[in-house]
């Protein structure tokens, strides 16, 4: 079976996996920097890339090594090129292109939006390969701290934009509104735990109608719970004053608002799913990113899927945050098309491919 090796460093994660063309995920490892980060509320790119620097390379072997794969037996090498902080993707992008270059096997530049996509199809365990012929053309949604986005999808390389976020990504508004709730970095899972046994029920949120019905908002929903938890400011900008502060809010407060906060971002979701599948019904839907290891948000996609009798390809909790198996795994779909690879001058770049609306026939 032949194995790429695929590499990630478009945030805080240094990770790398090795990947067969059954896509069986052979190893996974992902160090993670959620400690350096934590004293900040958020991820310093500086801090990031320094940190990529030192584990790129005890992580690749330790990949290597946990596949039982030599370097020598692997065919390709696949690293995020886009989207992601610059300092933090040259590294990993710049450790494939090495290891491309000296062990002459081909590169494949990845997209990490289009990588999120696809992770339902990486198998684990003795997990059945899904049927792709028949999922075309399908929904396609990523939900991430940096995208929340709805595709068309005629195949694995050819993606449409529908809709996205004309704010912030529902992973970015979940770790605000974490952070406004005083709970830890990292913001989505903390939310996601202090939800469980909160009433959902307990703050209403209006659902946002915009110009483009299939477009995300999160900013009146932050700006409700900002509100209901430190209450209306007097003045305005860095004037502004708040007659409360999060440590006012009694636990089981806390708790019903974390869970009305969250319920509310994933009727949004499912709402604009449920438009997309109006508007042209898909046999199946792909779903990727951080958010989607949020187990709500999970019952409520197959609840959606299972109701409209569409096939939810989803990925295992682990596949869902940033990992370097997404990475392989695509690379290895590119392969299957017939894309032999990109050359070692591909750039790296701040912004997805996928997420500027145009609707490139091939993503790499
Ligand atoms: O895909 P990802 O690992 O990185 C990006 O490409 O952005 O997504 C990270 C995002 C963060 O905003 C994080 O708070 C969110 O995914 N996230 C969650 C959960 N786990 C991660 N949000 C809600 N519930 C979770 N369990
Ligand atoms: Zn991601």
Redesign the pocket.
Known sequence: MECILGIES??D?TAAAVVDSSLRVRSNVVASQYDLHAEYGGVVPEIASRAHLERILPVMRKALDEAGIPAGKIVAVAAGVRP?LIGSLLVGASAAKAFSWARMVPFYGVD??AA?LFAGLLRDGDRPAPELSRMFPALGL??????TSLFRLESAVDCRLIGRTIDD????A??KA?NMLGLPH????N???CAVGGDAQALRFSNPQLPNALDFSLSGLKTKLLYEVRGVPQGRGAAATFARTSADLSASRRSDLAASF?RAAIEQVIDRLSRAADLAPAPALFV????V???S?RVALAAWCAARGMTLVVPE?RF????AAMIAGYAHLRRRLGDAGDDLSVPTEPVSLLARGSAPKRVQ
């Open positions: 478009s945030c994660e992601g990490h939006v999120h990523v939900v991430s701290g940096g995208h990504a529902v992973g970015e979940m770790d974490a990292p913001g989505g899972p939310l996601e735990r969250q990727g990113g951080g958010v290891s949020n187990e948000l909790r869902c945050v940033d990992n």
